[in-house]
């Protein structure tokens, strides 16, 4: 079974400072992606990464995987307050072009003045 | 921007009740699924679907649950006779040939009572 861990669960940080989100899942995947949730809102798609090494930036967030170590890190540069939502990563396991999203546990990230 | 939508926004209703959650994937895309969120939980897969037909399902979807698209446009759930688990809201997600991500819908949050 495929299990998709993050961490932290909850990460209050000032504007201004850095910090990276760890995404660990258990076995082989074909992709990952990273998700932000807003409260009581849908989730919208901020990364997808489909090899080793793959690397993304958008803004202030930037996504890496490493698929020999089944990881991959979502960081922050500078936090400003916008950035306040919970963080999804969630992983394809090679199942066909139908393939489920398996969810890691969310990091909800808060970020004051 | 095309999106996928989702009504009703909110549903509640009693215990046993029938309930039919309705989705418009967008409209060039051929992958449909169903996710669910229990309040303050990940979001967990419930089931996708190709071709007319469902391609996967987790243990979630039992008998109580049903998908249908009935027109060249919508997709639904089923849910025949709920129960107070059942409370989550539902998103609604699809996905195009050859796309890698799926784009989720705004949710419809259902309380049953």
């Known amino acids: 079974e495929l299990k998709v861990e993050q961490n932290p669960l909850f990460l209050s940080m000032q504007e201004g400072k850095n910090y990276t989100i760890y995404c660990n899942y258990s076995?082989?995947?074909?992709?990952l992606y990273w998700y932000r949730q807003d409260p009581g809102k849908s989730l919208e798609s901020l990364f997808v990464l489909l090899s080793n090494g793959a690397v993304k930036q958008e803004g202030r967030l930037m996504a890496s995987l490493d698929t020999k170590a089944r990881l991959s890190t979502l960081h922050i540069t500078a936090a400003v307050h916008d950035l306040s939502a919970t963080y999804f990563c969630?992983?394809?396991?090679?199942?066909?072009?139908?393939?489920?999203?398996?969810f890691g546990t969310g990091t909800r990230l808060q970020v004051t003045l | 921007e095309p999106e996928v939508t989702q009504t009703p926004s909110h549903q509640v209703t009693q215990m046993g009740q029938e309930v039919i959650l309705r989705c418009v994937p967008i409209?060039?895309?051929?992958?449909f699924y169903w996710y669910r969120q229990i309040l303050g939980q990940k979001v967990e897969f419930l089931v996708s679907f190709y071709n007319n037909e469902i391609s996967e399902k987790s243990e979630i979807f039992d008998d109580q649950f049903s998908v249908e698209r009935p027109d060249g446009s919508n997709f639904t759930l089923k849910i025949r006779s709920t129960k107070l688990e059942d409370s989550a809201m539902y998103f609604c997600a699809s996905k195009g040939t050859g796309g890698e991500t799926q784009y989720f819908g705004p949710g419809t949050r259902l309380l049953v009572l």
């Open positions: 969630a992983v394809v396991k090679n199942t066909g072009t139908a393939s489920k999203l398996t």
């Open positions: 076995t082989t995947s074909d992709r």
């Open positions: 409209s060039n895309h051929l992958y």
